[in-house]
C-alpha cells in the first residue's frame, strides 16, 4: 500500500502513514491538501493577508488605548476631586488651629487686661466661604456671618461669664499693618470723630465702598437711638431712630463695668459711644468697640427744657451775656459776617488786611452754602473728616477739581511744587506744609480723604478734565 501523502510503502489497511503520519482518510486529506495550497499560495497573496492582520492588530491595540486613556482620565478627574476636598479640609484645619491659638491668646490678654472683647490678627488658607469642616466642638461660637476667604482677618472674641464666647471675623482694615490687639490706649489720647447714626448709614447706603474706605478703622464719637441690647450682655446696636431702616451699628461690650452701663440703656433712648469701627459691611452694618458711654446728653430730637436741667431751656436759665461797653467791636457788613473764606471770619480778614479778596469770593456765595462757591470751599475745608458725594462736586470747574483732589494732601501737611496749588493753600488757615513732595506717604491719608480724592477723580474723569 502506498501512502496517499508521501508515496511511500506501507502496511496495507493501514489508516495512517508510518512515516509522515497522514491520515489515509480521503476526506481529511482534502482538506489538509487544501491547507497545504494554501500555504504555498504566492508570496503577494501571503503579505496581503499579513499585512490584513497587523492593520487589524493595530486597530485593536488603538482601541484598546484609547479606552485606557479615557479610563485615566477619568480616574484622574474623580481623584484630584478627592485629592482637592481634602486638600481644602486640610487648609480648614490648619485655619481651626490658628483660630485656637487666637482664642488662647485673647483669653491671656483678657486675664491680663480685664477686657471682655478682645480682637486679633488672625490668617486664614481656605479658598471657599463657609465651613465644611465640624465647628460645633470648638470652645466658642462663630458668628453666623463669619465666612472667611484666603487673607488676614481681624477676628473679635467677645467674652461672657454666663454664656459661650463668640467669636466674630471681620476683614483687617486697608493700610492695617498691625499684628494682633492694639494696647489700651487711655481715653483722652485719642482724637474721636463726631458722626452721627443717620450720617453712617446714609453714607453706607449711598455707596458702601467709600463708606469702607472713610470709616473702617475710624476712633469716632457715635450718637444715636438704641435698638437693642444683646440678652447676653455682648453688644448693643445703635440706630438713626428709624425702625425701617434695615441696617444699625453694632457697638461690642468690652468690660463688665460697660455691661452693667448698657444693663440701665432703654429701647429709644439717645446715647453717645466712643469707640474704633472695626469692619463696614453692605448689608451687614457697621460694627465696632465700645471704649466708654456717654448717655448723659440731650435727645437732638426732643423739645429743649425737660428733665435735664443743664439743657438749654431746662429749669436753670442761662443768663444773657453782659455787655461791656469797654470792649468796641470793630465795624463789620453783616452781609460778610456769615462767610467763612478760607477757614477765617470776616473780622479777621480785615484784622489781617484782605478785606477786599473776602468779600469778591463772599460775593459768590449765598448763606445757604448751596451754591458752586460755598460747596467748593467746605470741601477744601471738611475732606479730612466728612465724607462728600457726587452731587457736592456739582459745577466745579477744572481748576477747582484739582485743587479739591489736592486738598487731602494739605490736609496732612504736603507741599507743592505747582505754584497755583502752593499759593492757594497757603492761605487757608490750616495749612502747615512741612513734607517734602517726594517725602509724601499715601498712608499719611485718613479714610475720608481717601474716599475724596476717588470721588474728585472720577467726576474730572466724568467731566473729561482727565483722560
Request: contains cysteine.
Amino acid at each position: 500500500m502506498i501512502c496517499i501523502h508521501c508515496g511511500k510503502e506501507i502496511e496495507a489497511g493501514s489508516r495512517f502513514c508510518g512515516f509522515c503520519g497522514c491520515s489515509q482518510t480521503p476526506a481529511f486529506n482534502q482538506s489538509l491538501i487544501k491547507q497545504t495550497d494554501e500555504s504555498q499560495a504566492s508570496p503577494q497573496l501571503t503579505a496581503e493577508k499579513e499585512k490584513g492582520r497587523k492593520h487589524g492588530k493595530r486597530g485593536i491595540i488603538a482601541i484598546a488605548v484609547a479606552i485606557g486613556l479615557v479610563a485615566a482620565a477619568a480616574g484622574i478627574l474623580v481623584a484630584m476631586g478627592i485629592i482637592g476636598g481634602q486638600k481644602e479640609k486640610a487648609r480648614e484645619g490648619e485655619d481651626l488651629k490658628n483660630l485656637l491659638a487666637a482664642y488662647a491668646e485673647a483669653t491671656e490678654k483678657r486675664l491680663e487686661g480685664g477686657n471682655d472683647t478682645v480682637t486679633i490678627r488672625v490668617h486664614f488658607e481656605q479658598t471657599k466661604p463657609g465651613w465644611n469642616t465640624d465647628t460645633d466642638n470648638l470652645p466658642f461660637v462663630l458668628s453666623k456671618d463669619s465666612k472667611p476667604t484666603e487673607g488676614d482677618y481681624n477676628v473679635t472674641f467677645v467674652f461672657s461669664d454666663s454664656e459661650k464666647t463668640v467669636a466674630y471675623i471681620g476683614h483687617v482694615p486697608k493700610g492695617d499693618d498691625s499684628a494682633g490687639s492694639p494696647a489700651p490706649t487711655p481715653h483722652n489720647s485719642i482724637t474721636y470723630t463726631a458722626c452721627t447714626a443717620d450720617e453712617l448709614i446714609s453714607a453706607l447706603q449711598s455707596n458702601a465702598s467709600n463708606a469702607g474706605k472713610a470709616y473702617t478703622g475710624k476712633d469716632v464719637e457715635l450718637s444715636g437711638y438704641l435698638k437693642q441690647v444683646d440678652s447676653g450682655g455682648q453688644f448693643i446696636t445703635i440706630g438713626n431712630g428709624h425702625e425701617e431702616t434695615p441696617v444699625s451699628i453694632k457697638c461690642f461690650i468690652k468690660t463688665s463695668e460697660q455691661r452693667k452701663e448698657a444693663a440701665d440703656l432703654e429701647k429709644g433712648q439717645y446715647i453717645t459711644v466712643f469707640g474704633t469701627i472695626t469692619d463696614v459691611g453692605e448689608t451687614t452694618g457697621y460694627t465696632m468697640n465700645i471704649d466708654r458711654f456717654d448717655t448723659l446728653i440731650p435727645d437732638p430730637a426732643a423739645p429743649h427744657g425737660g428733665d435735664d436741667p443743664t439743657a438749654p431751656g431746662g429749669d436753670d436759665p442761662v443768663e444773657p451775656p453782659i455787655d461791656d461797653p469797654a470792649v468796641e467791636e470793630p465795624p463789620v457788613d453783616s452781609k460778610y459776617d456769615a462767610f467763612t473764606v478760607y477757614g477765617y471770619s470776616y473780622r479777621e480778614a480785615i484784622d489781617q488786611g484782605w478785606a477786599d479778596e473776602f468779600e469778591e469770593i463772599a460775593d459768590q456765595m449765598n448763606p445757604e452754602g448751596t451754591d458752586t462757591m460755598s460747596r467748593f470751599m467746605a470741601f477744601i475745608d471738611g475732606c479730612d473728616k466728612k465724607l462728600f458725594t457726587r452731587d457736592d462736586l456739582e459745577g466745579f470747574s477744572k481748576e477747582m477739581a484739582m485743587l479739591a483732589r489736592n486738598a487731602p494732601f494739605a490736609h496732612e501737611g504736603r507741599k507743592f511744587d505747582m505754584e497755583v496749588i502752593r499759593t492757594f493753600f497757603q492761605k487757608w488757615k490750616w495749612y502747615d506744609g512741612t513734607i517734602a513732595p517726594d517725602a509724601f506717604e499715601d498712608s499719611l491719608l485718613n479714610g475720608f480723604e481717601k474716599a475724596n480724592i476717588d470721588t474728585v477723580w472720577a467726576y474730572e474723569k466724568e467731566m473729561g478734565y482727565q483722560k
